[in-house]
């Protein structure tokens, strides 16, 4: 069994979570935020995209992954987003010869606030086809559990594991730590770092 969402495989926990284009929004916000003296509109669209390698030469290896998840996005499809909070006043721009752009005070407010951020933009999004989980109360445990970890670590939830990995672990059953490197979009990592977590919800049921 399956629902159609609209969105792209990598961006199908922000499509779950929330409205595509909100979420999208906030986390442009998030990433602009980081920039007390602003950022040029190229360079934020290669950090949004994952493809800056001045962040990637400094370390600055966080960033890249928080905020490198827009990657499927091409470079014009980024700017619109930018663009589009331009015009709704969440990003303010200054410098005439070399523009940067920084988050505003409504932006600020957005984020605190959590209010929704209508950024339309002018292109559709591709449907795709995705699982639902066979277990919908143990994934909502799983979800509830995956929450609380990301809560701890102050992280997004999406950096802890997407929804589209949990319903692979539901759906697989998974209670083995060594088959959770497999589950998409977890490996290494993020396994060793917070399967045992996840996988006592589900060794508790049995």
């Not at 969105?7 to 986390?27: A, N, P």
């Not at 802890?160 to 979009?185: F, K, M, Q, W, Y």
């Amino acid at each position: 069994m399956s629902v159609q969402v609209i969105g792209d495989d990598e961006l199908l926990d922000y499509v779950l979570e929330k409205d595509f284009e909100d979420t999208t929004s906030r986390v442009i916000l998030s990433a602009v935020s980081h920039f007390d003296d602003g950022i040029g509109k190229g360079k934020l669209t290669k950090l949004l995209r994952g493809k800056d390698p001045g962040f990637i030469l400094s370390g600055n290896f966080e960033l890249t992954e928080h905020f490198g998840r827009l990657s499927l996005l091409d470079r014009d499809q980024v700017l619109d987003f930018i663009e589009a909070l331009i015009r709704l006043g969440q990003i303010e721009v200054s410098g005439a010869e070399f523009p940067r752009v920084s988050i505003s005070r409504n932006g600020k407010r957005s984020l605190k606030k959590g209010t929704f951020i209508p950024a339309l933009i002018p292109w559709p999004l591709p449907v795709k086809h995705i699982p639902l989980p066979n277990d919908i109360e143990l994934y909502e445990d799983l979800k509830a559990e995956r929450n609380k970890i990301a809560r701890d670590e102050r992280l997004p939830p999406y950096c802890i594991a997407s929804n589209l990995s949990l319903v692979e672990i539901v759906n697989r059953r998974i209670t083995d730590p060594l088959d959770l490197p497999s589950v998409p979009g977890l490996g290494e990592a993020r396994s060793e770092r917070y399967g045992e977590r996840l996988l006592s919800i589900i060794q508790k049921i049995g």
